[in-house]
DNA sequence: AGCGGGAAAGACCGGTCTGTCTCCCCCTGC
DNA sequence: GCAGGGGGAGACAGACCGGTCTTTCCCGCT
């Protein structure tokens, strides 16, 4: 119960600009974080296994990260840049040849991840009923799921379309079903997601 | 762990020596288990809490319930009796005149709901996520929500849509979507979801 | 060569979890 | 009156939780 030397932590607060060999284990602790946690979800993996599996000591952990909840904050923005981003928008964005094709295709790519063996879920979602809204990291989930609203917007705007606010609400109620669909069996979830995403884009068109 | 499923949940005839009392006991921990287990799902909620909120001893509690488990078992049941079937679906059924009309209502229902104060979320999505869908809480949230596709498919086929089946599970992906959006905290996800499913039922119009 | 610091290992802390068991009271049926 | 059983209260077990801290070792720097 010291009170005093509380080791400042000012070289390496973010992730970037990894100074030498402490990165190693901050890495090697996300690695091992964004498997578990993306698979089982946050509540059902402890400090103890994931330290374990990364071959790392407590303490090293507890210098690195000063709860459990600042690791998860940090998985959760791994998962947006790995997931949101380069898995989803912008293998989207590729599949597509016009702003609408490349909308469509987010549920093409939906689909297909509903079919890997690996399959796991969304991890917002999951963090965000697991805390609730009220929690730090439902907070953090509902901002990285208005993040991602935000790039569906962004698509409709590019497309022309109207009230592109109100069509990334409505595109994200179907992309949101159709994960948790998925999630209890129907594989089939991307395709008809994609059907009523289809119908949604004629009734935006102006 | 028995997988036997027996819930002695108001079963008057069985019972032997003081069918009051230990009702009673029965009835008071369904009840608050009812209130803990909506507002902040499964795993959040201890027994200990449980035996406590209900001033019910811990033998007596487990002499009712042989697990935990066993008491979310008999939960869900009570909730998809109170809440599918009693809140949504019956609901639906009146307010609307024709088989249309009683589809849309359910999107009616649920934007009301998503309005009230005590708005706590979907309980199954909510355990099929906290547990995982092999775990058997996880297979009986599963569950319960086909059956509640059921519902759906029922209403479908007295509305004369094509291919009600399918029909039931496009319609679900707009239920579950609007509720994690709801959760999310946009209140106008019943009435999005309910313009996607006018749209949908044209679609499946002969 | 000597020093300092990072990291590993793990004991330890208070608390929580599910589930078992004991003790005693009180109510009911005979 | 009296036996018996249900139920309340709660100690207890054993595991696990997040988090702290000590000890030891190793590696690089001067």
Same mark, same amino acid.
């Given at each position: 119960?010291?009170?005093?030397?509380?080791?400042?932590?000012?070289?390496?607060?973010?992730?970037?600009?990894?100074?030498?060999?402490?990165?190693?284990? @901050? =890495? *090697?602790? !996300?690695?091992?974080?964004?498997? #578990?946690?993306?698979?089982?979800?946050?509540? $059902?993996?402890?400090?103890?296994?994931?330290?374990?599996?990364?071959?790392?000591?407590?303490?090293?952990?507890?210098?690195?990260?000063?709860?459990?909840?600042?690791?998860?904050?940090?998985?959760?923005?791994?998962?947006?840049?790995?997931?949101?981003?380069?898995?989803?928008?912008?293998?989207?964005?590729?599949?597509?040849?016009?702003? @609408? =094709? *490349?909308? !469509?295709?987010?549920?093409?790519? #939906?689909?297909?991840?509903?079919?890997?063996? $690996?399959?796991?879920?969304?991890?917002?979602?999951?963090?965000?009923?697991?805390?609730?809204?009220?929690?730090?990291?439902?907070?953090?989930?509902?901002?990285?799921?208005?993040?991602?609203?935000?790039?569906?917007?962004?698509?409709?705007?590019?497309?022309?379309?109207?009230?592109?606010?109100?069509?990334?609400?409505?595109?994200?109620?179907?992309?949101?079903?159709?994960?948790?669909?998925?999630?209890?069996?129907?594989?089939?979830?991307?395709?008809?997601?994609?059907?009523?995403?289809?119908?949604?884009?004629?009734?935006?068109?102006?």
């Amino acid at each position: 119960m010291s009170t005093e030397a509380k080791v400042p932590i000012s070289d390496a607060p973010s992730q970037v600009a990894s100074p030498e060999g402490s990165a190693k284990s @901050v =890495e *090697r602790i !996300l690695l091992v974080a964004y498997e #578990l946690f993306s698979r089982r979800g946050i509540r $059902d993996v402890g400090v103890n296994e994931l330290i374990e599996r990364s071959g790392v000591a407590k303490a090293t952990f507890y210098r690195h990260f000063p709860s459990k909840d600042s690791l998860v904050l940090a998985f959760l923005e791994q998962r947006d840049k790995l997931w949101t981003v380069e898995a989803i928008v912008s293998q989207a964005r590729r599949q597509g040849q016009t702003p @609408v =094709e *490349r909308l !469509l295709a987010i549920f093409d790519v #939906l689909g297909e991840w509903f079919r890997r063996d $690996d399959f796991e879920g969304s991890t917002f979602i999951q963090v965000l009923l697991e805390m609730g809204p009220s929690h730090p990291l439902g907070q953090a989930s509902i901002n990285y799921l208005a993040k991602l609203r935000g790039h569906v917007q962004a698509l409709a705007e590019e497309a022309g379309l109207v009230d592109p606010a109100g069509f990334a609400r409505s595109w994200q109620i179907l992309m949101k079903g159709s994960i948790i669909s998925a999630t209890g069996g129907d594989l089939d979830a991307g395709k008809r997601a994609r059907q009523m995403a289809g119908w949604l884009i004629e009734h935006h068109k102006a």
